[in-house]
């Protein structure tokens, strides 16, 4: 009888095997469904804690980087080139396209800061104050490094004049303070990271402009500047961190957009990127159109609102032109032009400078004129193109060696008219060219100008596409090369098979 009872109970067990497994799937695939669906009931977070929970083996938790305590894991594609795991909070994380916000900057950078629309992740250094905002004059409470950025009011502000021009350094410091403020909205360029493993960029906050501009002369027996000392310094202080070592400083970024900023140290740091006005003092090894940033001046004039333009009747001078004339190296262009130009009827060709208000006589002037010339000085550029596009008067370029903010996305000769210095020496060959474009084509141009100023404003907080987002745009493009050479150079830096 046993046997028997054995023999029909068989099946039986069979039967129960295949209802469980059957069981076991149905309820998988229902799981799969609810976690990818739009309307799931079930909260996000069960499945999040899933995949903390089997990340953790190959991912280390860092508890001051959690955020409200929660930390999820979220896979993102970058660029197509790689997948990279990063940490985001669990509120907010629904799925986020990248490509789509470089495609579309403008429709995502309206509203408050989302990390994980930023194109750059920047660590910044925690510099004493004497490097950055003490050359203000700000001094902090206590041990405190940086500023408050959420009250415009307690900003330390720029000494202004001819400082500002070259004042790239401070605008975009702010600009990443304000990246971990939450009451600043500002463009999602550039975002400031606390950990430097997870850091596409590691920023250099020194104002070299302005130390060399306010310290570059020796006081008293002081055998050394203030200017030399702090450069020296900050080399010592870079080539001892982990990070310049980590990559030989090709991961940093410094700002030395006065010519003579930097003097001192430029050769040592000189595999940063560096942020500059121009290469017209600097050799190819050190700073070249492959690794560095081109950046607009900061304009003297005040800009024209795009409604007051005086259109091409309304500028009755033809050619406009005031500052130094005479000056040494490519510069000594400007004294031949002067005296083909003197004394043209149409032309305002004349010596000018920052005292009694000449830069708002030039800012007049510019826009009372149809074209404005910017000829090389003692290098190839000069803050005199900004002043022109701020004032919409088409510019006119003479300087062979000229390097432009952000050419690899805007075409100047939409907006600029390009003659080389050996043609512009012609007798009657510049005037001769001027005289030749007429009303529907210097319009067009001028329309431009209207339209491209925006690119050229530094302001606080930072606007979509104004200068500092098209500098960390820019910087964004550069770091993709700059990853490419990392990689490459890192080959054979662990030989995979011993003999």
């Not at 950078?109 to 194109?119: V, Y």
């Not at 400082?163 to 401070?170: I, K």
């Not at 002081?222 to 030989?248: A, C, P, T, Y």
């Not at 309304?314 to 510069?331: H, M, N, S, T, W």
Request: net charge positive.
């Amino acid at each position: 009888m046993s046997s028997v009872s054995e023999k029909k109970m068989l099946p039986s067990r069979h039967l129960s095997c295949l209802i469980a497994i059957s069981v076991f799937l149905l309820i998988s695939s229902s799981l799969s469904l609810i976690e990818f669906s739009d309307t799931s009931l079930t909260p996000n977070s069960v499945f999040q804690f899933i995949s903390l929970d089997n990340a953790s083996a190959g991912t280390k938790s860092n508890a001051k980087d959690d955020i409200k305590g929660i930390r999820v894991i979220e896979i993102e594609r970058i660029d197509n080139r790689s997948t990279i795991v990063s940490e985001v909070d669990s509120q907010d994380s629904q799925g986020f396209d990248r490509k789509k916000v470089e495609e579309e900057p403008e429709s995502y950078r309206r509203s408050s800061c989302d990390k994980r629309r930023a194109l750059l992740r920047v660590y910044m250094y925690d510099l004493p104050p004497e490097f950055h905002f003490g050359l203000l004059g700000w001094r902090g409470s206590g041990n405190q490094t940086w500023p408050s950025v959420d009250d415009r009011s307690r900003i330390p502000s720029h000494p202004g004049g001819l400082n500002l021009q070259h004042s790239a350094e401070y605008w975009l410091t702010l600009d990443l303070l304000a990246s971990n403020t939450a009451n600043v909205i500002r463009p999602c360029s550039a975002i400031r990271v606390k950990d430097s493993s997870k850091a596409d960029v590691v920023f250099v906050p020194f104002f070299s402009s302005l130390s060399y501009n306010r310290h570059s002369k020796r006081q008293g027996k002081h055998n050394v500047s203030l200017d030399r000392l702090l450069q020296e310094r900050l080399v010592e202080f870079l080539k001892g961190r982990k990070e310049w070592k980590q990559f030989g400083g090709r991961n940093h970024l410094i700002l030395a957009h006065h010519p003579n900023s930097m003097l001192f140290a430029r050769e040592k740091l000189g595999s940063a990127m560096f942020v500059l006005a121009d290469f017209g003092r600097y050799p190819t090894e050190i700073a070249n159109i492959e690794k560095d940033v081109i950046a607009p001046y900061k304009h003297m004039v005040r800009t024209i609102p795009a409604a007051n333009s005086p259109s091409f009747s309304e500028r009755p001078i033809l050619v406009y032109f005031q500052g130094a004339i005479f000056r040494k190296d490519g510069g000594a262009i400007r004294q031949e032009l002067f005296y083909l130009l003197k004394d043209e009827k149409d032309v305002h060709f004349t010596f000018g400078s920052v005292q009694a208000h000449g830069i708002s006589k030039a800012g007049r002037g510019m826009a009372s004129s149809k074209f404005c010339l910017n000829i090389a000085g003692d290098t190839p550029s000069s803050n005199r193109l900004f002043d022109a596009i701020a004032s919409h008067c088409v510019p006119i370029i003479i300087s062979d060696d000229i390097e432009l903010p952000f050419e690899d996305v805007l075409d100047y000769s939409e907006f600029c008219i390009f003659i080389r210095a050996s043609d512009a020496l012609k007798k009657g060959y510049l005037l001769n060219l001027l005289r030749g474009i007429n009303q529907e084509e210097w319009t067009k141009m001028w329309g431009k100008l209207k339209e491209i100023v925006r690119h050229i404003e530094y302001q606080y907080p930072s606007q979509p596409n104004d200068a500092v987002d098209m500098i960390w745009q820019t910087v964004y493009r550069k770091k993709t090369l700059t990853q490419l050479n990392l990689h490459r150079s890192t080959r054979y830096n662990r030989s995979q098979f011993q003999e």
